[in-house]
């Protein structure tokens, strides 16, 4: 596996534990276990942090993947492709704005925005695993379906 290649892995493997994370901290304040839900949330934060500098790392040492995928299966990568970077560049200012409301301690409004945040930060978790999966680890994607 050469240095692209790794750091792809990478990012799938940090997106999927920030997906983790925040299912686990959705669960933890459902429950009201407060201190674990801010725990879970700085870990959160903190993995998405780590993907975004092995993300611009790899994209400068590599530049674009094609995807060589045909028919159907090519309009389904796109349309999740898509959908993932647009909510990807949105949820950075949204999690910022959230962190900063619940570091104030400005609880109501950092729940009214959380209610935002928290479903496009798990959607790009989870579509950046696929997004990768589909690059590069299943080879049924690259068969003409």
Request: charged fraction near 10%; include cysteine.
């Amino acid at each position: 596996m050469n240095l692209p290649e790794y750091l792809a892995c990478l990012n799938a493997c940090l997106n999927a534990t920030s997906g983790i994370l925040l299912s686990l901290a959705y669960v933890m304040v459902k429950k009201r276990r407060l201190i674990w839900h801010q725990r879970l949330m700085t870990g959160a934060f903190l993995v998405s942090c780590l993907f975004l500098a092995s993300y611009t790392t790899r994209m400068a040492i590599a530049g674009d993947t094609k995807f060589l995928g045909q028919g159907p299966i090519r309009q389904v990568y796109f349309t999740i492709l898509i959908s993932h970077v647009t909510l990807a560049m949105a949820v950075v200012p949204l999690v910022l704005r959230t962190l900063w409301l619940a570091y104030r301690g400005e609880f109501t409004a950092h729940r009214r925005i959380a209610r935002w945040t928290f479903p496009i930060w798990l959607y790009v978790s989870i579509t950046g695993v696929i997004v990768y999966l589909m690059l590069y680890q299943l080879p049924l994607f690259s068969l003409r379906i």
